[in-house]
Nanobody
Framework: QVQVAESGGGLVQPGGSLSLSCATS????????IGWFRQGPGKEREGLAC????????NYADSVKGRFTISRDNAKNTVSLQMNSLKPEDTAVYYC??????????WGQGTQVTVAS
């Protein structure tokens, strides 16, 4: 069983930055990948970013490409999502998930990100 816990959400102004962190317990590597998805109010779940353990490759949804960066800290056993140039439409609950969408099996309680002036 893998457990996932997200942290780092909050309120930020448009154009600002925020970094989310994902802590995992259990053998996340066995599932091959780890990623982030979000769900905004009245919107469907949207996969955002994915990190593949075997080769460290990453990929992103078009909506966040060039603004968001997923990275892994091996020493801390965490995965981060650095979010820059935030827009009001980025407002959502953000979830860390193993493995990446659409094959997600585990995710945490989520962390709220609100982009507003």
């Amino acid at each position: 069983q893998v457990q996932v816990a997200e942290s780092g959400g909050g309120l930020v102004q448009p154009g600002g930055s925020l970094s989310l962190s994902c802590a995992t317990s259990g053998s996340a590597v066995d599932y091959g990948s780890i990623g982030w998805f979000r769900q905004g109010p009245g919107k469907e779940r949207e996969g955002l970013a994915c990190f593949t353990f075997s080769d460290g490759s990453t990929n992103y949804a078009d909506s966040v490409k060039g603004r968001f960066t997923i990275s892994r800290d091996n020493a801390k056993n965490t995965v981060s999502l650095q979010m820059n140039s935030l827009k009001p439409e980025d407002t959502a609950v953000y979830y860390c998930t193993i493995p990446c969408p659409p094959s997600s099996k585990y995710w945490g309680q989520g962390t709220q990100v609100t982009v507003a002036s």
